[in-house]
């Protein structure tokens, strides 16, 4: 695919993925259908387009891996009933993060019930952000959150610039371009999918109900959320007070220190799918590895606590961590 300066039109969805983007799976190169944006509903749920593409593939009997389409993982995807496109791209978020019965027997009882793998994506703003919900008693994926985010302190040729060599390699640029929104729309629409699943409530503020965020080091919540919300012009919301790092309850656990998600997974002997920084296959791998820690038996606990007086500044509760 050719990179471009231009703003791709609302009116076309261009192919997510060129060959460039994975050597794993070989993408055809003919173009798939364009449909337009216009006819989009984002009211579309994740678990209704969830259902529908398991129904497919079922039926197909596909069991190779294949990448995420990028339109469904954030309710705009309108080739549902598109043979070609189920064939090229997956639309089950469960579909590379199986769990095998046989492990839950290893578990150790968590204290909470869900975690909340983020792994968000851009160094100068926020670029992706996705979560995926991992359910703490059985390690199913029970849902997940996924939007590209619009900058708001740049100018048009500086995201494009940004855009196109983050996403350009990838493949991806197009689809950023065309359902990328500004990181305040991203909270609001966040936070009604936390009130969804009754894991927040905007009326009643504090911390996530019996849940947590879980990240590859501190710089997401510690960091960059603080740094977006200032350039956003929005207040910290409460939920980003605590998070757990995976790399610091890792090194507890396994006695060992990984530097990363790819050392964790090679650890693990978790094979990588996907493409390591896209954010949204990142945060799988990472759920990849949470839930191989889950089956060691790990006890998987809050790391890092924002003070409540001096939100700024963070405590951070085990005394082996990564620093």
Known sequence: MGISRVLPPLSRVSPLYTSA?????????????????????????????????TLSYSK???????????????????????????EKFNHNCSWD?????????????????????????????????????????????VDFFHR?????????????????????????????HDTAIPFKDVLRQFEAWLAQHHLWEKQLGGSLNRAAFVTCGNWDLKTKVPQQCKVSMVELPSYFMEWINLKDVYLNFYKRRATGMMTMMKELRIPSLG????????TKNISRVLQGMLADGALIQITARRKPDYPHEVEFLFKNRIK
């Open 21 to 53: 983007f994975f050597h794993l799976v070989p993408i055809a190169s003919a173009p798939l259908p364009f449909r337009p944006l216009s006819t989009i509903s984002t009211a579309v749920s994740a678990s209704q387009a969830q259902d529908a593409s």
């Open 275 to 282: 493409s390591h920084h896209l954010g949204f296959d990142d």
């Open 97 to 141: 993060l199986h769990v095998d019965p046989s492990n839950l027997n290893r578990m150790c009882p968590q204290n909470l019930d869900f975690f909340l793998v983020l792994d968000l994506e851009g160094k100068v703003e926020i670029l992706e952000f996705p979560v995926v919900m991992i359910d703490a008693k059985t390690m199913e994926v």
């Open 148 to 176: 590209f985010v619009r900058p708001s302190g740049m100018s048009e040729q500086r995201i494009n610039e940004y855009i196109e060599g983050k996403y350009g390699k990838f493949g991806v640029h197009g689809v950023w």
């Open 60 to 86: 197909m009997g596909q069991n190779r891996w294949k990448p995420m389409c990028l339109y469904y993982t954030q309710g705009k995807c309108t080739m549902m009933d598109d043979p070609m496109h189920l």
